[in-house]
């Protein structure tokens, strides 16, 4: 491949990436708005001053679209979590960080509550599993967790129970921000920091300290 052709497919590369990007954006902000079941490819297409055409070049349809959006904060969340990991941090730290993470990243914009709920209820209405595909959020955190077991920070046997605590904690989070951004009235002034970094903190030391414990006084 001669030099001029390396220099074509690179820029052919690099626009490529940023048109999926920009639509990626206008529809993560259409979806959140109005939910996936309301926004049409050619809404999303118009957004993005582009033709139908090209849209359905880089997404084949809302879902494929959707699962690229989810896709791509899970990606986030793992580049996050493995920068956490190498620094050596013990499985309370390393919850908390993750927590914190979670937290901050459903306070700071409404938006990504909204979508993750208007997503969820389009997946239960259409009874369609295509905007989940591939995108575990909890995935690369349980391998870290089965880490953490083996080196003895969490019983072996409540590994399992460690981790639905965390996925309820994790959830509870997301919808805690939602109902307390997006639903006036809902919440007291006093109730609008329910969740900070000190109870995140304070619960991955409950986690941690009870799973242990009860799997200790249980012989289990």
């Known amino acids: 491949m001669t030099q001029t052709k390396k220099v074509s497919q690179t820029r052919r590369q690099a626009h490529e990436q940023q048109m999926r990007t920009r639509i990626k954006d206008a529809a993560f902000k259409l979806m959140a708005e109005h939910g996936i079941e309301n926004v049409s490819m050619r809404q999303i297409a118009e957004k993005v001053h582009v033709t139908k055409p090209v849209l359905y070049y880089y997404f084949k349809d809302k879902e494929d679209l959707c699962s690229a959006i989810i896709l791509e904060r899970a990606r986030q969340f793992d580049d996050f979590l493995e920068k956490e990991w190498q620094q050596g941090l013990g499985v309370t730290q390393l919850l ?92 007291r002034p006093e109730d609008k920091n329910f969740y900070d970094k ?19 006084r249980n012989g289990k």
Not at 127 to 152: N, Y
């Open 198 to 216: 000190a109870a995140v903190g304070r619960l991955s030391q409950i986690i941690t300290l009870g799973i242990n414990e009860y799997y200790k």
């Open 96 to 187: 908390a960080s993750v927590l914190e993470r979670h937290l901050e990243f459903f306070q700071n914009d409404p938006r990504n509550s909204k979508f993750i709920v208007r997503t969820i209820a389009y997946v239960l209405n259409n009874k369609s599993k295509e905007c989940f595909k591939d995108t575990d959020r909890l995935g690369h955190l349980s391998d870290f967790f089965a880490q953490a077991a083996q080196k003895g920070e969490i019983a072996p046997r409540g590994l399992m129970d460690f981790e639905r605590l965390v996925r309820a904690v994790m959830l509870q989070i997301m919808l805690s921000a939602y109902v307390q951004l997006n639903v006036r009235g809902f919440c």
